[in-house]
Structure formats: structure tokens, C-alpha cells
């Protein structure tokens, strides 16, 4: 399968898991409450989907891809991106250390949460904007300059990857606890729940 098609796949869930986290924001402001297991959930499927799963494969296939057609790296937005994975990781420590004060009722902790559930909200979607609407064509483009074939991943990947599985189950936790609709994940729907349900 098309790297691009993995990676919209899983933007379609990484979206999913910032709207449940947008909703412990509002909750945050609005019932000056916060739930332990989902706020930690929502920071360890951000630490480990997004960053081990996710940027990974943008950093190992999908530049170096653009890359071997000769585009430069500037180019493909390498430096801006990494420097909004810095930013991204200062709000979610900020986030995590927020949780247990925050839990506990303390306003400040309950303030800063919010705070930085937004700021890190508004730093992932750009990063997915970024790749969607420049990294994706690019690699697109650069791949039929160079072969006139349309870009495929150089392995069996069917959709977004088996070992995130846990991940995925993870988001659809929190999406069914925060009421919040699943993305539209179809290659992903057919290698996780092959059933539909």
C-alpha cells in the first residue's frame, strides 16, 4: 500500500484521540474536573502512537523517500516539522505533570492542562495539514517524475501498522468514553475489525 494512504489512515486517528482531548479541555474549563485513566491514556497514545508509530514512519520512509528523487530536504519541511514534534512534546510534559494536581481539584493544574491540551491540539493539526497539503503531494509528484508509476511502500503494510494495534483500540476507548465519532479509517477498519463492529 501507498505510505500517503497509511498516513492519512492514521492522521484519520490521531484526530480522533485530539477530540477527546479537546473535550477534557472544555471539562477542565467548564466542571473544573478531570478523569485520571483517560487523561493518562490520551498522553500515552500520543507518547507512543504518534511519536514511535506515526513520525517514525515519516522520518525513516516517507522523507527519505521524497529525498531519493533528488527534492531537497528543505523542500520536504524536515526541519520545521521536528521542530513542531519539540514543541508537541513540551506540551504534552506540561499536560502530563498537570494530571495528578489537576485530579485533585487544584485550579492552577486544571488551568494548565487546558491550556496545554490546546496549544498541543493546535501544533498536531498543523503538522497533519503540513503533510497532507505539502509533504503528500510532494512525495506523490516526486515518485511519478521519477519512475511514471504511481508510489508504493516498499513492504506488505495493508493499512496502519499491526503493531499499533493496541493504540488503535486505545482511541476507540476514549472516542466511545468522550462520545466522539471514529475517524473514517478504512484500511485500517479492515485490518483491526474485519467484522465492522
Known sequence: MNITHI???????????????????????????LEGRPARDTI???????????????????IPAIQATGVPAEQCLDCPLRQSREEARRHLDAMEA???????GSAAALDRFAKHARAYIDVLLDCIARQEDCLFPLFEEAARDADGM???SGDRESGVDSTCDSYIEMADALAEHFGVPRGAITSAKETT?????
Do not use: W, Y
Open 44 to 62: 500515552a497514545f500520543l507518547r507512543s502512537f504518534v511519536e514511535r508509530c506515526h513520525d517514525r514512519k515519516v522520518e525513516t520512509r516517507l
Open 150 to 152: 504511481p508510489p508504493e
Open 98 to 104: 498537570a494530571i495528578e494536581p489537576a485530579c485533585a
Open 7 to 33: 498516513l492519512l489512515d492514521e492522521h484519520r486517528i490521531i484526530e480522533q484521540v485530539l477530540n477527546c482531548l479537546e473535550r477534557m479541555a472544555e471539562r477542565c474549563e467548564s466542571d473544573a474536573t
Open 193 to 197: 475489525d474485519p467484522e465492522g463492529s
